[in-house]
């Protein structure tokens, strides 16, 4: 797709759509600066899809808010900005965020104990997991197995 601009610096692809970003996608760029993927129905980032975001920048960027997110992307360094609010993020065990985070809008939408806390107040954090029934973005908010960091099922 982008085989052929190669030194495009800012790319804006809101409002498109698009349900899946793939590692390769934007493969052929090495230095995005700025990339805007707003108002999609995003679910599903592989990692390393962010690999042509220019870390030697001053101020590099990913806005990726209203999507259907559940989770932070992998492999998102500190030194990118990332904007991932109004997405229903799952702030369990499985959630990865940067130290550096700074969205302070992006909040969790479950568990229902941690619903509206912002992440910013979890980067670096560890979280336990807690198991909830498949439907808990339904309203069904009662647990059925909790997990300290490190146990397994048996």
């Known amino acids: ?21 793939g590692r390769n ?13 707003m108002h999609n129905k995003i679910r599903t980032i592989e990692e390393g899809a962010f690999d042509c975001v220019d870390k030697s920048y001053k101020d590099p960027r990913i806005y990726l808010s209203n999507n259907e997110l ?22 369990d065990c499985n959630l990865k965020i940067p130290d550096k985070f700074t969205d302070k809008k992006a909040k969790c939408h479950g568990p229902p104990d ?26 069904n908010t009662e647990p059925r197995l909790t997990l300290q960091p490190g146990e397994k099922l048996q």
Do not use: E, W
């Open 70 to 91: 559940s989770t932070v992307p992998a492999g998102i360094v500190p030194k990118i900005k990332l904007k991932i609010h109004d997405n229903p993020i799952l702030c």
């Open 25 to 37: 996608t934007f493969a052929p760029l090495a230095r995005v600066q700025q990339l805007n993927l």
């Open 1 to 21: 797709m982008f085989k052929d601009s190669p030194k495009l610096k800012q790319i804006y692809i809101a409002g498109n759509n698009i349900n899946r970003i």
């Open 114 to 139: 941690l619903r509206g806390t912002t992440l910013v107040t979890l980067a670096g954090k560890t979280i336990d997991c807690v198991c909830y029934p498949p439907d808990i973005r339904n309203g």
